[in-house]
């Protein structure tokens, strides 16, 4: 068995607008890096992290990545130790599941170390618990995709389900972080518990479009289906500029255009031929109210977390 282990996980666009908490999709752009060295002493002691200017604990039951890890020692009564290195390349507060990508990372590094490896079902249900730390709740959206790859519809919780969905050929993410933290239990917090009955019939109505649109490569399904309801409406006021932002790119031919998790990066699903165009539109119309931003095309590959050579 090794001793070392570094593992990569990807970032991921949660609820992909239709879907909340149960559908996310890989960025393959960036994400993060966790490395696990095997130690006598027992226990998860987290030795540094880096990529990020901002003080995340390095207390193993605060930390994402600690808290996914010490789930895995409990569960599994390991006799060893770990020493956790964490590098950070997913932007904080930003909604593309940083959080998730550090548990995701950790718990498949981790596996490495094993006798005896783990199935990535039981790798997910531990790297929800991590997840659980940062977010105050317990949500697969951002985590399934990032372990799995591609565009991943979970259902379930305590015994969760995952089907990967397969993402026409053409689609590309763009992508438009805007220099602000936007922290992911404030957004949840303002959500309402009341929603229409007319908004849930609407809300299902564009999932199942999605669903389908992406199963058959119809992209005009895809187009009449892209519209979240219930959560975007709540959310967009936490993010200067979204509307516009949002405008921009459906009128230089976006599929569908919302908010990544919880924001504030924005995503457009488009065409390959449209993406530049698109991601350039995003970033003036964000540029209009003040705001900087990072900015990704990705492609909506298949590969989640991995062990690195």
């Not at 933290?181 to 564009?206: G, Y």
Request: with cysteine; proline share 5%.
């Amino acid at each position: 068995m090794t001793d070392i282990v570094t593992a990569f996980a990807p970032a991921t666009v949660g609820n992909v607008g239709v879907g909340f908490d149960i559908l996310g999709h890989t960025v393959e752009a960036i994400g993060d890096r966790v490395r696990i060295a095997r130690s006598r002493e027992p226990g998860v002691r987290i030795t540094a992290i880096t990529g990020t200017s901002e003080a995340l604990p390095l207390e193993a039951e605060r930390n994402t990545a600690g808290r996914a890890l010490l789930a895995m020692v409990e569960a599994h009564r390991l006799d060893f130790g770990m020493d956790v290195s964490i590098e950070k390349g997913i932007p904080l507060g930003s909604g593309l599941g940083g959080s998730a990508a550090s548990a995701v990372a950790a718990v498949v590094a981790g596996n490495a170390l094993l006798a005896t490896p783990l199935s990535k079902l039981e790798l997910l249900k531990f790297a929800m618990q991590g997840e659980a730390v940062a977010s105050g709740s317990v949500h697969v959206d951002n985590i399934a995709p990032s372990l799995f790859g591609g565009l991943v519809l979970t259902v379930g919780i305590d015994n969760p389900r995952t089907k990967q969905i397969p993402v026409p050929a053409t689609v590309r993410c763009v992508l438009v972080h805007p220099h602000m933290f936007l922290s992911t239990k404030e957004a949840r917090r303002i959500l309402s518990d009341q929603v229409s009955l007319s908004d849930v019939i609407w809300q299902c109505a564009n999932l199942a479009g999605f669903i389908s649109g992406c199963y058959t490569d119809d992209l005009a399904m895809l187009r009449d289906a892209f519209a979240d309801v219930v959560i975007e409406p709540q959310r967009q006021a936490l993010i200067p500029g979204f509307a516009d932002v949002q405008r921009a790119a459906m009128s230089h031919g976006a599929i569908g255009c919302s908010i990544s998790g919880a924001g504030p990066t924005v995503f457009a699903w488009c065409e390959e031929g449209a993406a530049v165009a698109i991601r350039d539109a995003m970033v003036a119309a964000f540029a209009a109210h003040g705001l900087d931003s990072d900015r990704w095309i990705s492609q909506i590959g298949q590969d989640g977390a991995r062990v690195l050579p």
